[in-house]
């Protein structure tokens, strides 16, 4: 499994607020608080954490506002039912890839991809402005240049997505790049213990960028499905052998 570290949204440098907050939420999607429990009280959490009871009503404030928690009067802080959390919210879906169900959010985060990404290809192949387009290309040929295994690789796989979902122009799929973030890492660092998938997946990505730089919307559309749908096999194999090679459990 990957570190916590590694789990984490790059390049994000928390304050005293967001890490109470972080530590938290992600409590919370790791099943330490389940939903119907009522949270420690606020002074037992300024406690712990050594805050004032100010900072801490803050960030239950934002835990709820995410839809995590309900703060009532004379009966604390409850947890909510799972399917009234905000799934695509940045933080939770950070948390819920360090949860104990993080594979299970993978996948449903990779049926996500298979509906959005193909169609998104298709419109900005129609859409995308040469700008678009170079920065895509600037992404891929960083790809292509840095060895498959580092941090800098998956960066520029990131950001070659993320500009195909802005290149639609449409602001509500492009936000969708920023949303699913840690879902991606997540994706592309389980691929990354595949050997040679990385490389494997390059000209798959570079027939989505060449169907684009044609405007060619079917054939970016195939192309994005048979990248997101060959990566996910490869996660799914590997899962697979991991698996089996674990000691049974009695």
Partial sequence: MLSKRDRARPFVRRSIHNQILHE????ILRGVFMPGDILPSENALSDEFKVSRPVMREAIKVLAAKGLVDARPKIGTRVRLREQWNMLDPDILTWSFA???AEQ???HISEMRRVLEPEAA???ALRATPEQIDRIAESFAGMEACPED????IVHDLRFHQGILEATGNP???STGHVIESALLFSFKLSSQIEGACSDSLPR????????QASDAEGAR?????????AWSGIEEFMRKRDAALPARH
Avoid at 150 to 153: K, S
Avoid at 224 to 230: F, G, K, P, Q
């Fill in 24 to 27: 938290v939420g992600e409590r």
């Fill in 99 to 101: 949860s104990r169900e």
């Fill in 105 to 107: 959010y993978a996948i």
């Fill in 122 to 124: 298709a419109i900005a």
């Fill in 150 to 153: 580092t941090q800098e690789h």
């Fill in 172 to 174: 509500f799929i492009a």
């Fill in 205 to 212: 990505h570079r027939d989505v960028l060449t169907a684009i």
């Fill in 222 to 230: 195939r192309a994005m499905a048979v990248l997101i749908d060959e």
